[in-house]
């Protein structure tokens, strides 16, 4: 494994972020939905008849966010520090131990990240809550996203027994690592052979970039009368629980409008499969415009859902398996 800095089209497309913003947004968008069309389309299609013949597929990735809070000024995210106004929560243990132990009996051995819009480093028990999870599900992909504000060599040594990769997006002003961030490269790199089961990613993040409205809840974007009428994977790939137990439909509802399960009231595996969820998918597959809260949402996952997908449609699961995470849009 290795320790990487990664951006879009690199230094070009950091500078095009910076001067062109909202230009350089749709352009990405508009690429990635031409792209993508028709591997969305299959995807959805297979999982709905698999589902109506009562083999609903597992999710791909499994996101628990534990803490409700980030530290970070990020004017495309609601979570940060000058726009976050949802109620401060933090999960449970007795919650998080049941959740992943529900997983285990469940044999999950996808992807699992503990995070959400949040910073996972907030929450002061985040390296107990790795350790449980890698002992519950050894064979699940673990992977950790943080900006990296918080984040020092003893912190990275604590938690790299438990995860698989972490990704560091280093959001900032200007094409430079952050001081903490920049120290955790040069040890990395200085000592390769100690990490060397862990995989590093640095992506250089424009910390006023323009990215997705995210259902109208971006705070520099916000949604416009235009209807998507694309289809969107997260539903289909993604399950999303939020500090409470509840289970969203996706990343884009920072303000938690939607509730679909409650994993005080009932199983994991129910709770992927219930009414709503359902009946949320069915309505999505055919176009974001027969669902309210996502007709005019315009995001697009920029990540390694795609070549998951891709992986699977092929059947290729243990490539499937393989497919590292990565920062959404």
Excluded at 104 to 114: I, N, R, S, V
Excluded at 244 to 262: H, I, M, P, S, W
Excluded at 299 to 314: N, S
Aim: glycine share 4%.
């Amino acid at each position: 494994m290795s320790i990487v800095i990664n951006s879009f089209l690199g230094k070009f497309g950091f500078w095009a972020r910076q001067r062109f913003p909202l230009l350089s947004s749709n352009a990405y968008l508009k690429l990635q939905f031409v792209t993508r069309h028709k591997q969305q389309d299959a995807y959805t299609k297979m999982f709905l008849e698999q589902a109506d013949q009562g083999e609903v597929p597992m999710p791909n990735v499994v996101n628990i966010e534990t803490i409700n809070r980030c530290n970070s000024t990020c004017e495309f995210c609601s979570a940060n520090i000058h726009a976050e106004c949802r109620p401060f929560q933090q999960m449970t243990d007795e919650l998080y131990h049941s959740i992943i132990d529900q997983l285990h009996d469940w044999g999950y051995k996808g992807h699992l990240t503990l995070y959400g819009n949040n910073e996972p480093w907030l929450d002061k028990r985040i390296i107990e809550l790795h350790k449980y999870a890698r002992e519950k599900l050894p064979d699940s992909f673990i992977f950790m996203s943080t900006n990296g504000l918080l984040l020092n060599v003893e912190k990275l040594d604590a938690i790299k027994p438990y995860i698989n990769q972490l990704i560091i997006n280093n959001y900032a002003l200007e094409y430079k690592l952050h001081p903490g961030v920049q120290k955790v490269y040069d040890h990395v790199k200085a000592h390769p052979e100690e990490y060397q089961d862990l995989e590093i990613e640095i992506q250089m993040r424009y910390l006023k970039e323009v990215l997705t409205n995210r259902a109208g809840s971006s705070p520099n974007k916000q949604a416009t009368e235009k209807v998507i009428e694309e289809t969107c994977l997260l539903p289909f790939t993604d399950m999303w629980i939020t500090p409470d137990g509840r289970v969203g439909l996706c990343c884009c509802d920072n303000f938690e409008k939607t509730n679909l399960a409650d994993l005080n009231e009932m199983p994991v595996k129910e709770a992927w499969n219930s009414p709503k969820m359902q009946a949320a998918r069915k309505a999505i597959a055919a176009g974001r415009q027969n669902y309210a809260f996502c007709k005019h949402c315009d995001f697009i996952d920029a990540g390694f859902r795609m070549t998951m997908v891709k992986h699977i449609l092929e059947g290729n699961q243990e490539a499937a398996h393989r497919a590292g995470g990565h920062e959404r849009t």
